[in-house]
């Protein structure tokens, strides 16, 4: 018997080391939509005890193409103390031929963080490596071992979309003793099933021949569309402290106590300091003013420092040094209203552009971002720290209409975010524009914008007024402007309104047609393309309802008359609304245009009524106005 089962082992082994992965073996289906094809995906995990897990990653990925580079980068994230071993990654050319090896000493050894370096544990080894033709693969493997155990990766065929999967497998060996808790999460869409299977202890987790996700318009993210199973255990360690995580509020006992209470410590300076503001009025009012004293003493920097990085810094260090991450902001700022009498309460969430909750029936570390939540009787004012300039009780579109970790002493409670409606994420635009013989147009115009379209505009408050003439005029260059300013902006922190004006003139506006000229009804409007898609196969999703209401006024030369204008239009959708209407006064045409889109994950079958929904309002905002010299 120890004959077999070593001449069955050497033959694994054998055949093991003679793969080398030519391209012309993908499978024609993997390439399609593929800037990479993933041949093998392997993780094994092994739970010794509570304060020791090993993790060991086999990877084979094949670039098609220069776009799939960065897809098939050997990187290693780590922080002190892991141990990391067994590094070896192997390049093969198209044919499967090798080219190079490298080992661990090829890596180099950086700070794990984008924004750079200032406080962090957190490090990352990257091997760097310039391909020299297509396609080719990589293999790469090693081991990794931590005392970590609250944390245990999901089990998803990719993240990214153009990225295929011929075979991945999740092994999961528990030797502990304690239990690990289990769920897998189908696709909604039937886009691919995860196989499970035991063998004696071990748990294993199969996806087999998963076609590449194309970057489609509108496309929700992977995460969305692809099943995933994810894993906890009852109980764990994180950089020596244990816990349980048998229900949400066992875990939200041991974050408070363990990760929260040791640095919610406030100091005599930060009494002084809040006694200083001399705080009066409503509760929102006192808020209001502590938020944004803290808003303008401080800044954000990235900090990975403290309990695996999800230890806040102590408030005192915020105090004095003036800035801090999303952790330590939120956490000074609770510290400050703690002292003013004001209950609040620490947040994790998942700061992603889709909505990602938390789920209620599965306790699991998690969570990206931190934000404070203060329960007032009028309801819940959320707080986001790491801003200088957001305004008061404004949650950014990465943050809203999903689910909160409110951490509270005796344990956790799932609170949700807010929703924005459609007429929250507006924008408001009246604009008066003098039509001039020579076909260009001058004009004045007010902007503002709440909800998303205050996030996506509150940028130009970091900008000058030279800077911010120069990105308008690319906003907005549906028109060819010969000038433009921007005045009186006005970052309404108090409110949530961006509002700006402008001066512009553009050229080549008009058209003329005999001693007649012709001009589009609404001068600033979308130009996105939007195609069909006879063979649609995903879902599509709109993040964010919003509405834009423009207020035109057109006055013609004074030897021209209105001869005609468009019909008055409204168009009634499951997707949204659209209207447009004249006025006519005289020598002036006033234009009213309104339109509104409804957020939601819609399935496929109604992608192209979509898409023929804003193809008509597009067309509509093309419509033109005819006036005649007289």
């Not at 060996?173 to 063998?199: A, C, F, M, Q, W």
């Not at 300091?273 to 001399?278: D, G, P, R, T």
């Not at 020598?587 to 339109?595: H, Q, Y």
């Not at 496929?604 to 093309?622: A, G, L, V």
């Amino acid at each position: 018997m120890m004959k077999i089962l070593c001449i069955g082992a050497f033959s694994i082994a054998s055949l093991y080391y003679s793969q080398n992965y030519p391209a012309s073996a993908i499978p024609e289906n993997l390439k399609q939509n593929a800037n990479v094809v993933v041949r093998k995906d392997f993780t094994t995990i092994q739970i010794n005890k509570i304060d020791e897990i090993k993790y060991q990653y086999n990877t084979v990925t094949t670039v098609l193409n220069k776009d799939g580079n960065s897809k098939a980068a050997a990187y290693i994230p780590y922080e002190k103390g892991d141990q990391i071993s067994d590094i070896k990654v192997t390049i093969y050319d198209e044919a499967g031929k090798k080219v190079k090896t490298y080992s661990k000493s090829d890596f180099g050894d950086y700070a794990n963080n984008t924004q750079g370096a200032f406080y962090s544990n957190n490090r990352v080894l990257v091997l760097s490596f310039t391909p020299t033709q297509y396609p080719y693969t990589v293999d790469f493997s090693y081991q990794l071992t931590n005392q970590n155990t609250v944390f245990i990766p999901d089990f998803v065929p990719f993240f990214s979309t153009n990225t295929s999967l011929e075979e991945g497998q999740f092994k999961i060996i528990n030797n502990s003793g304690i239990e690990l808790r289990t769920k897998t999460y189908p696709s909604k869409y039937d886009y691919t099933t995860v196989k499970e299977s035991t063998n004696g202890g071990e748990k294993i987790y199969t996806y087999k021949n998963v076609p590449a996700v194309d970057d489609a318009f509108l496309l929700p993210q992977p995460v969305k569309i692809l099943p995933k199973v994810s894993f906890s255990l009852t109980k764990f360690n994180l950089e020596g402290k244990e816990g349980s995580m048998n229900n949400w509020d066992d875990f939200g006992a041991w974050y408070y106590n363990s990760l929260l209470q040791p640095v919610s410590v406030s100091t005599p300076a930060i009494k002084a300091e809040v006694a200083s503001l001399n705080l009066q009025g409503s509760t929102e009012e006192k808020v209001k003013k502590l938020y944004q004293h803290m808003q303008a003493k401080t800044r954000y920097i990235f900090v990975a420092l403290g309990i695996g990085g999800w230890q806040p810094m102590p408030p005192d260090e915020v105090d004095r040094k003036g800035y801090g991450d999303c952790k330590g902001l939120t956490n000074y700022m609770k510290t400050l209203l703690d002292e003013a009498g004001i209950p609040s309460v620490y947040s994790v969430i998942n700061s992603n552009s889709s909505q990602v909750s938390f789920d209620s029936d599965f306790p699991k570390m998690g969570g990206n971002h931190v934000i404070l939540m203060v329960p007032t009787e009028k309801g819940n004012i959320w707080l986001e720290n790491t801003s200088q300039q957001i305004a008061f009780n404004h949650l950014g579109y990465r943050t809203t209409d999903r689910n909160v970790l409110s951490i509270r002493k005796n344990g956790i409670e799932l609170v949700n975010t807010p929703v924005y409606s459609a007429d929250q994420n507006k924008e408001m635009q009246s604009l008066k524009v003098k039509l001039n013989e020579d076909n260009s147009i001058t004009g004045e115009g007010q902007f503002s914008y709440t909800g998303s379209q205050y996030d996506f505009n509150l940028a130009y408050s970091n900008l000058t007024a030279k800077e911010r003439n120069e990105a308008v005029k690319s906003q907005l260059d549906v028109l060819n402007f010969e000038k433009i300013e921007m005045k009186n902006f006005l970052n309404d922190r108090d409110h949530a309104v961006v509002k700006y004006d402008l001066d512009f003139k553009a050229n080549n506006y008009s058209k003329n047609a005999g001693s007649s000229m012709i001009f589009r009804a609404v001068p600033i409007f979308t130009n996105k393309f939007y195609k069909i898609e006879e063979n649609r196969t995903l879902p599509f999703e709109i993040g964010q309802s919003f509405e834009d209401e423009y207020h035109i006024s057109f006055m013609i030369p004074k030897n021209y008359k209105i001869d005609e204008v468009p019909e008055n239009v409204t168009i009634n959708s499951e997707f949204g609304t659209y209207s447009l209407n004249f006025v006519k006064n005289g020598e002036e045409i006033k234009v009213n245009r309104i339109i509104r889109v409804n957020k939601g994950l819609y399935p496929k079958e109604k992608y192209n009524d979509y898409i023929n929904f804003r193809k008509k309002t597009i067309n509509i905002d093309n419509s033109k106005i005819l006036i005649t010299k007289i």
